[in-house]
């Protein structure tokens, strides 16, 4: 039978994309990414640190005005030109391949260090059963958990009870990646997702009943109206929301290319934008009942034990669990949730990885994923599970962060909208496919109030790290790890996109042009076509 032109013919035929199987499979694992660490353990600090129960107003327009307007424009990218980052952005222009390969950059530069994390939520699961940090929950942390060094650099003294945490998420993660979009992302989400759920419910239903906790709601939801006339509160919703959504770094372009071609995409934005919300609220209430707990156990103001980011998780959320009633099982759903949060957002991460690489080089599933995989972990183990690891992570977290998801994403918004003029085209292309349909506000917000709003923080952000030394690490280590960093970005995005793309690519895609002659038949021209696969 293969001897056949016919079988032949099948026989030569590109494998078909991946397609999530349904509606419902996408907005899991859509939801999955978004919500993540910075969820749990970022969103309740910065919410009260800029205004309390007055933030949400800024943090509501900034959903509005930017966080759903730019899930929009991600899914409309990758749902109409059905391609990883780098085939959609070159798809819809030659010129712009760079930028799917700088979101690509940031996703690597991410992952490595992103495993790190979730080994460490992983073991203090554990800790939460033993209360291995004892009376001093920051001293062990930074001294017998991590043995920080004292200077920041790079050592390879590694930490085996980092190293054997991580090399586990590693190898999870990798199966869940070679099994594919359906077999492994969308199981992995449906079984990692409702657990988060189910899981910080019951965590957040806890601490509600602690001593003090209404002392730690109040603390949190109490408005200081003052604070809205304060620039920096707006631009902190701003930018928390760009960072909590999982837009503008490939993410959702990668997901939506998954995506069958009758999808209700601003429907399923929607559901998980609010979704996303309702969980980092969820997380507030939470984490400052617990907060006020430790507050009243301890006899000082809220103010004085309400911390973010790693000082939350494992400083802070350690003391309380030695001291509430019923500890152990706060910390460990607490832990738990952080481990799974990281598992679904880390897949995520990778995916626009792998995808780019299989698209561009026209690999098996298989065989991208071990390629791209298996280098990313031993980078990841080289250099994170070490004495040094925890400068280097938190180094490249704020760089990739501030100049490179925001500037990229400022980059893409002005090359979308004044470069190419594509934004009435993509919304013609979400009206087509969805129920809630978007006009001329879409656009506005897209081209005008979104750029405006990158801009300013990016140079607050310039302004900030220039001039100090961040974290008051060596100069050399901020200009390799920092801003040496952020230019490799750049630079490692152009000289990828110069790679030629392989005969076996999906560039010349037979199920891209049928998808594209259907989207013609119903007004949505792509006269880039021609010079795409040229």
Known sequence: MTNSPAGRSRAAAPARRETFSSRKLFILSAIGSAVGLGNIWRFPYIAYENGGGAFLIPYLVALLCAGIPLLFLDYSI?????????????????????????????????????????AWAAMYTWFSVTKAWGDDAEGF?????????????????????????????WIVVIVIMVAGVNKGISRANAVFLPLLVVMFVVLVVQSLFLDGAMVGLNAFFTPDWTALQNPSVWAAAFGHIFFSLSVAFGIMVTYSSYLKRKTDLTGSGLVVAFANSGFELLAGIGVFAALGFMSVASGVAVDEVASGGIGLAFVAFPTIVSEAPFGAVLGVLFFGSLVFAGLTSLVSILEVIVAAFQDKLGWSRKGATLVVTIPIAVISLILFPTTTGIQLLDTSDAFVN?????????????????????????????NVTST?????????????VVPVVLGYLLINELQSKSSEQYSDYPAWFNGVFGWGMAGALIVGALLLSLIPWSEKSKLKDPEYEAFNAAAHAEGDVDNNLKEVNS
């Open 78 to 118: 990758g749902h109409r030109f059905r391609g990883s980052a780098p085939l959609s952005y070159r798809r819809l222009h030659r010129a712009a391949e760079p930028i799917g390969w700088w979101q690509v950059l940031i996703c690597f530069v991410i992952a490595i260090y992103y495993a790190a994390i979730i």
């Open 141 to 169: 942390f930074f001294g017998d958990f991590l043995q920080t060094a004292d200077t920041a650099g790079v050592s390879f003294d590694f930490v085996s009870k980092i190293f054997f945490p991580m090399l586990a998420v």
């Open 402 to 430: 501030q100049f490179g998801i925001l500037a990229c994403a400022l980059v893409a918004i002005i090359v979308i909208s004044a470069g190419l003029g594509s934004l009435p085209r993509l919304q013609k292309h979400l």
């Open 436 to 448: 809630l349909k978007v006009g001329t506000v879409w656009r506005i917000l897209v081209g005008g």
